[in-house]
């Protein structure tokens, strides 16, 4: 008799234990369940106001600060003694025509000049004068910013060589390249246009560059994407209002640095 | 005899549910990335198995072709959050010792092959009853390890210049990019076999990764 009370009992308290249990239970699901739909909610939400917003160079304006913000890091890590590595001749890959921008009408090379705009006084340079600057050669990987690469032997005058013996007023913040008539356009920050690799290159892969990778002068910057590496430059200008940069104007980084 | 048993800390269910969106955006984004140039293959020698590519039809109508600069765009700003939403699990499970439960020991892969045998229906007898049983100590540390790895992979590719002896320790340029998408695709079959692991557990292993709580019966 006694047995079966406690029994009865003993089921009574477990009864009452887990319902309990339960009651905690359906509250802890219902708190947590809640918490996890704002969450989401609030996220969609950021999502979709992270699209909508006004945009600036052909991206929404957040993403385009934090592109900046990027920037201002790397710049601030950026250092001319680190190099983009050197590779040997024999590691030379098949060069890669990639776009004709700025290129659409044929240059008449006897009439081409480089000019340098933001120098005491106007330069305008034929070939033969940049190629009086000390000839540098370096074999490095161009880098599509597509996400393909290939190692080209590149020949030609440093950039930093040329802008000190035509000086800017004072030191500027960036350098624009441009193509004759500004078909294409990119802009570089100083440290980038300074670094020593930066060249004005007149041979590729051991020839005169075709018209195709942008004879008769073209940029060579393995510390930027290819997109940078303007073909056929017309213009060099110095300046301290950040240049226009074209694909910088259709949702790509400014900076595209390496 | 019901009882609660406290199973996942607040600031580990966080991170888990804020990563989950975080690497599907990093996922997404470096899909847009990818299909501006989709250089990978799975096969050997002359065999593929599958392109890691589609076809412009159905690029089109997926409404991911070229969109490179905004897959960059966004990689480049959801990187953050999800490099910090990683960093922060990671000391977090130091400091809190919780990485006990998650490190794999020297039961672990005797413990892994168990609950592989297990699943398989090889295996009769029950799993042990632990937090984390030795194939999950492999699998949740691994994936930290490849979070580890895309981190280091994209700093390679991100700034191959500035960061050039990374570059070359993994081979180089392309070599980084290869990593770094297989490293994704690995997350992708990951992600398959966790979700078919919690699902074939049931509700209440899926319910304590929400509210942190797990109904046991004595």
Request: aromatic share 14%; proline share 5%.
């Amino acid at each position: 008799m006694t047995d079966e009370v406690r029994d009865e009992t003993e089921v009574d308290i477990v009864a009452a234990n887990d319902a309990q249990v339960d009651r905690e239970l359906k509250r802890l699901t219902r708190r947590g369940f809640v918490t996890m739909a704002v969450a989401a909610g609030a996220g969609y939400a950021g999502w979709s106001w992270l699209r909508t917003r006004p945009r600036e160079g052909d991206v929404p304006w957040p993403l385009r600060r934090v592109l900046q913000g990027n920037e201002s890091l790397a710049e601030s890590y950026f250092r001319d003694a680190r190099l983009s590595p050197n590779f040997r001749k024999s590691d030379i890959t098949r060069a890669r025509v990639n776009g004709h921008i700025g290129l659409d009408k044929p240059v008449d090379l006897n009439a081409w000049r480089l000019s340098i705009e933001g120098a005491s006084s106007p330069v305008a340079l034929t070939l033969d004068d940049v190629k009086a600057f000390p000839r540098r050669e370096m074999v490095t990987e161009l880098r599509c910013i597509e996400g393909w690469s290939i190692i080209v032997q590149w020949a030609g005058s440093r950039l930093a060589d040329v802008m000190q013996k035509f000086p800017p007023v004072e030191r500027p913040r960036y350098v624009a390249l441009e193509t004759p008539g500004r078909g294409y356009y990119v802009g570089l920050d100083a440290a980038s246009a300074f670094h020593p690799q930066t060249l004005l290159a007149y041979e590729m892969n051991g020839a005169p560059l075709t018209s195709d990778h942008g004879a008769p002068l073209r940029l060579a910057i393995p510390v930027k994407y290819g997109i940078k590496n303007l073909k056929r430059i017309g213009t060099i200008r110095y300046t301290n209002v950040r240049p226009a940069d074209f694909w910088g104007e259709r949702g790509y980084d400014w900076y595209a640095g390496h | 005899m019901k009882r609660l048993v406290n199973k996942h800390p607040l600031a580990i269910r966080w991170f888990h549910w804020l990563n989950f969106p975080l690497l599907a955006l990093m996922i997404f984004s470096g899909t847009l990335i990818y299909w501006a140039y989709p250089a990978y293959r799975l096969g050997i020698g002359d065999f593929t198995l599958a392109k890691m590519n589609l076809d412009q039809t159905t690029w089109r109508a997926l409404h991911v072709n070229n969109r490179l600069a905004e897959g960059m765009a966004l990689h480049f700003f959801f990187m953050w959050l999800f490099g910090i939403n990683g960093v922060l699990y990671v000391l977090y499970t130091l400091v809190s010792g919780e990485w006990r439960e998650l490190v794999p020991n020297r039961h672990s892969f005797r413990d892994a092959w168990n609950v592989l045998l297990h699943d398989l229906r090889i295996r009769r007898e029950p799993l042990p009853a632990r937090k984390f049983n030795g194939a999950q100590q492999l699998a949740y540390t691994t994936v930290i390890f490849m979070g580890l790895g895309s981190l280091l992979t994209g700093i390679a590719i991100y700034k191959p210049v500035q960061f050039a002896w990374l570059t070359s320790l993994f081979g180089g340029y392309a070599m980084s990019r290869f990593f770094h998408f297989w490293l994704t695709v690995g997350y992708v079959v990951f992600f398959v076999v966790h979700v078919a692991q919690v699902i074939r557990a049931g509700w209440n292993n899926f319910r304590a990764m929400v509210i942190g709580v797990e109904v046991m019966h004595d």
